[in-house]
Structures are given as C-alpha cells and as structure tokens.
C-alpha cells in the first residue's frame, strides 16, 4: 500500500509535537493502492459514500437484477415498478381482484381498470370478423347476473327468454306497441296499427269469392267476444242453420246498363242501377236496393262484389244503396248483400 507522508523531516532538523502530528494526521493513501483484499467485509456503507458518489457509469452492466431493488411495501406480491413523476422508479402497488393494467397515455401513470362499458368499446369490437349470416349455434358472450361470472350462449337459445317475459294481453296491446320481424333477413320494427293496416291491405288484394264460388263449408275469421277469443265459422252457419237473415239479394247489371235480380233473393222488393256521366265514357256506377218489409239499419251487413269494387253508399231501414270506389265504364258488375238478423 502506498503512502504519501504528511511531513518530511530533513538532516539536521528539529523534531517538534506539531511536525509529528502533521507526519500522521496529513498523511494520505496514493491512488490505486486499496484493493478489495484490504477491505473488511461490510465496511464501506452508505454513509462512506458522497452524494451521487456511484452513477451509472461505476455500474457494470446487468450487475443489478430484481435483488438488488429495495421493496418499499414489504414484498407485496404483483408489486411492479414503474417511472412516475418526473422520470423517478416507484413502486405500483397491485389493484383489486379483477383489474387489468392499462395504460393512460403518454407520459402517465398505469392504471387499473376493469372490462366495462368504456372498458370494451367499438374499436375491440369491430376489430374482429363481422358475421354477416349468423347461425343458429353461433355463440354469443354475456353476464351471468346470478353466478357474477361470464358464459356462452348459443343465438338458438337467446329467444327462450320470451316464454318467461310478462304476457300482454289483448286488452293492453295499443297502436303505438311495436312488434319485431325480419324484412328480406333485415330486422325492424311494426307498429300494431302498421300491422293491421298491412293485413287489411292484403286482404283488399286477394282474389274475391263469387256468389257462385262461395261453398257452404268455406270458413270465415270471427272475434267470439264472449270468450275474448278469434274463431272460425263457416258460410253454412253464418247464413244457414245457426245464423239467419232478413234481407237477401245478388244484383247484376250488365255492359248494357240492364239490372236483374238472382232467384232465391229474400225481402227484396226491387232493384236498380244507374252509371253517372263521366269522362271517356265513364262514370261512378251505383246499386239500389229497395227492401219488401222495413229492415233495422243497424244490423250486421254482409256484402262482396265482382267486376267491380263498392262501397256501401247510403243505408236506411227501407233500402240500401252501394256506389262504385272508382270511375268505371259500362261493364258487368255484381253485388251480394245479406243483412243478418
């Protein structure tokens, strides 16, 4: 070991307490004289070494590992260390069952986070393969409320839900209700009264029941009121045994403008017809029908066309009379009416 003395004494000179003194106490150790042999294990401590005496510099490199690193929590496990404010390491103490690490952007601190509304958004969700014709066993991912955990459910199933919803009654169903169905593989919605106008305007489209055509077993739909329930009833019953009328006529006017009057017609006293001037030969075509014996104008009336289509025009206890929906020219035309008792 190399030493520099504190005071060199020469030939001749006099020995005094402060020469000797400074020959100890200013005596110095020369440089890369002190090697690791000479140091007691343990001896050098933090409070040996100046401030920012060790820089990363005097670091050999991969000589620090997680063994090194000092735990301010106690060893907490899933403790990570991250760089917070001002680019300083701490310590990032573990979240809660069930958070994931997210990041919060640049130059922020982790957070913790849970798979929420914001937590899956649509950029997860249309980063994935759409499928544009879903099978029935498709699987979808929901929450489990009751067990608090997640599960598949195949897209065959999601509909069994509706046999355990609250039933609406018929009393409650109102025009605003809306309904779910699928136009062309698209779903949309129909409202109650969108539902039964489209209903009505496909029946108005149907081919129609002559006189002749209409069979004694041919069924009609009917509402049974006293059992809030929709029924059947056929033409045989309706106009025969169990139902019967007071008024029955099937009139016929023809290209000539000549009316006639079927046989087997009841309480009909007389019948007309009459085409109103119009333009290119044509005109609103009517129907009268005059009755033998005076019929209440307010019981149930029956009535269907051919060649042409009407509506009842006028109606009173003495007759009935029924007027073209549109201008027609002379052409053969029908009606049947029968008025229930």
Known sequence: MGLSKGHTFTDGETVTAAKLNNLVDNATITSD????????DNAVTADKLATDAVTGANIASNSINLTSLSNASGGTSGTIVQSGAGGVFEEFTPGTSGTFLKSAGTDASLTWGTVDATGVDATMISGHTEITSPGTDDILLIKDKAAGVNKSLQIQNLYK???????????????????????????????????????????????????????????????????????????SD?????????????????????????????????????????????????????FTDSVDEFLPLLSSSTGVTFNLNSRTSSSINFKSTSQVSATNATITAYILS
């Open 238 to 290: 309706l106009v025969g045994g169990g139902i019967t009328y007071v008024a029955k006529a099937v009139v016929t006017r023809d290209s000539g403008g000549s009316t006639t009057l079927a046989s087997g017609s009841v309480n009909i006293a007389s019948v007309s017809s009459s085409l109103t001037a119009g333009g290119g030969g044509t005109g609103f075509m009517y129907f009268t029908i005059n």
């Open 33 to 40: 004289t002190v090697t690791t042999a000479m140091i007691q």
């Open 161 to 235: 839900t509706v046999s355990g919803l609250t039933a609406l009654s018929s009393a409650d169903i109102a025009n605003p209700d809306e309904f779910l169905v699928l136009d062309g593989g698209i779903p949309k919605k129909i409202t109650k009264a969108n539902l039964e106008t489209a209903t009505l305007t496909s029946v108005n489209s149907l081919s129609a029941l002559t006189d002749t055509t209409v069979a004694d077993d041919d069924m009609l739909l009917v509402y049974d009121t006293s059992t809030s329930s929709v029924k059947k009833i056929a033409k």
